[in-house]
């Protein structure tokens, strides 16, 4: 234990226990008390066996802690000199309020510290063997939250429909009717979507379709929160990319 406490925000990844990283395995292994989100794979609790554990997550639009009193128990927990560790599904720093969590520790006079995670909004696209940039396909990619603090559809998809790259977004499965609207305006019904949820995990789904047509796929697939939009020409490499991987397979 320290003499003073300090928070390290841990990436946990997109969900396979495995795409933590190991430095996110040592800190976890340190740590004296965990608060840990509903979307984290359990099973990497498995290395903070002697910790106390606190889930604090959300399910289901239900908050088991608002997030000042996830605020007010790292700053005590630290304060009574503790390791505390916040794991955070994904990369804390991509939607993930992990520099709002810092910044309050250190204004409470806690160290700090930032461990980065695999970010979904890569990993569970190139799990499906859907690359966000291909040359001839996409330059760049978004990486958008679809719904804003204030529960709206953010103001940068229909920015991000007036360019050529991949947009990948993330908690927009409550306005998809609204992001496939803006596609639309742009001229972009048959541009490819991928909806992917539960990415990286044995309950992992996904379904393939255009701006067009991938409400009706999302309804036929019953897909739902949490997953993946992902809209762009870099859709139609996925079943190429298969077919590669299968070749490779085959030959050895």
Known sequence: MYSEGRLTVVGAGPGDVDLITLKGIKVLQDADVVLYDALVNKELLDFSKNAELIFVGKRKGCYRYQQEQINELIVQRGQLGKHVVRLKGGDPFVFGRGAEEMEF??????????????????????????????????????????????????????????SSATVVILMGMSKLEEIMTQFKSEGKSETPVAIIQDGTTKREKIGIGTVASIESKARERQLSNPAIIVIGEVVANRQKMIEVARKVVEKL
């Open 105 to 162: 520790a250190s204004k409470n006079g806690l160290e700090v510290a930032i461990v980065p995670g695999i970010s979904s909004s890569l990993a569970v696209p190139a799990y499906q063997n859907i690359p966000v940039t291909k040359r001839g396909s996409a330059e760049s990619f978004w990486v958008i939250t679809g719904t804003t603090k204030e529960h709206k559809l953010s103001k940068d998809v229909a920015l991000a429909a007036k």
